[in-house]
């Protein structure tokens, strides 16, 4: 089955913040009418045009413009936005990556 892309896009994608294995993402409306439902993709491989849907993680956001993707590995992550309007997918928002540290080692709790 062939794709269609329609000219329909997400606005620009921000991280907000990065915390262990969390990470908080913004992004702007479509200004597409109709749209029913943003998606969310996260892989630890670069992310395209053409492997977006390979990625490990993908989360239905409904019309909400920000999410948390929680239960990262350490490392770096390639996140993008994607929207639904009238059954079809738009092309993917711009690509950004953030890096999820590893938790501190040695550490003690002082009471």
């Known amino acids: 089955m062939k794709k269609i892309m329609i000219s329909m896009f997400v606005g620009f994608l921000i991280l907000a913040s990065v915390k262990a294995a969390d ?16 998606i969310v993709y996260a892989n630890t491989n670069t992310i395209v045009s ?38 079809v997918e738009s092309d993917i928002s711009n690509v950004i990556t953030g890096n999820v540290p590893n938790k501190p080692g040695n550490v003690l709790k002082i009471k």
């Open 50 to 87: 053409t492997n977006y849907y390979l990625s490990s993680i993908k989360i239905e956001v409904g019309t909400n413009l920000t999410t948390r993707v929680s239960g990262l590995t350490p490392g770096m992550w390639w996140f993008t936005v994607t929207c639904i309007a009238d059954d």
């Open 23 to 38: 990470v908080k993402l913004i992004w702007g409306a479509s200004p597409s009418a109709g749209v029913t439902n943003y």
